[in-house]
């Protein structure tokens, strides 16, 4: 089977910097993906790592450890508009995404 | 412009009664998917089609129908045998050739059953 642990809340101030960790375990291993939703919105994309290392994209990054079956995404800049819930995911085999269960991210001003 | 559209956005359903919801996408995608999310939880894939004509289970398929006859169209049926169907039901696509990067997302329809 595929899952992927996230923790559940974090909190953080406007102008902070925030990792949000991601371990996974799959059966097969298909990159990792992060999303971000706003409450009653639908996800959208924001960025993807099929090899380890960093992957930046204005003020944030993700990050791969494929050795040590972990992610994360950094968010550098904290502003109020980045309050919402983050996921990360995996690649199933048949062409599905796995989701972790989410991240409530609470920026404080 | 393309995207992902649902319809409709709130339904209200009464126990027994089957309800189809709406999923449109003009972005030429393979592959479309029907996730469930309860509130403050992730996404549960129910369905998935990565070609005209044929569609897999997901984790949560009991009580749900789909049916794939148009690239473009992905509807979802929640019969009366969904014991609880209240949730939020999103919508996906992914173009196949593109890699496992990013899948688009509609706005998704809120159900509740009353």
């Known amino acids: 089977g595929q899952s992927l642990e996230q923790p559940s809340e974090v909190t953080a101030v406007e102008g902070a910097i925030v990792q949000i960790n991601c371990t996974y375990q799959?059966?097969?291993?298909?990159?990792l993906s992060w999303y971000q939703q706003h409450d009653g919105g639908a996800p959208t994309f924001l960025s993807y790592?099929?090899?380890?290392g960093l992957e930046e994209t204005g003020r944030f990054s993700s990050f791969l450890s494929r050795s040590d079956s972990y992610g994360y995404l950094l968010l550098q800049e904290l502003q109020m508009k980045d309050s919402a819930s983050y996921f990360c995911?995996?690649?199933?085999?048949?062409?599905?995404?796995?989701f972790g269960k989410g991240t409530k991210l609470s920026v404080k001003p | 412009d393309g995207g992902i559209t649902q319809s409709p956005k709130y339904l209200f359903r009464k126990e027994g009664q089957n309800v189809t919801l709406s999923c449109e996408q003009n972005?030429?995608?393979?592959?479309m998917y029907w996730y469930r999310q309860d509130p403050g939880q992730g996404l549960r894939l129910i369905y998935y089609s990565q070609i005209v004509n044929d569609f897999q289970k997901g984790d949560i398929a009991e009580g749900y129908s789909v049916s794939r006859e148009k690239k473009e169209s992905f509807p979802l049926t929640v019969t009366s045998a969904q014991k609880n169907p209240t949730a939020f039901y999103l919508c996906?696509?992914?173009?196949?050739?593109?890699?496992?990067?990013?899948?688009?997302f509609g706005p998704g329809t809120r159900l509740t059953v009353l």
């Open positions: 996906a696509s992914r173009d196949l050739a593109g890699g496992w990067d990013e899948q688009f």
């Open positions: 995911a995996s690649g199933g085999s048949q062409g599905n995404l796995i």
């Open positions: 972005l030429n995608h393979d592959a």
């Open positions: 790592n099929a090899l380890d």
């Open positions: 799959t059966s097969g291993f298909y990159g």
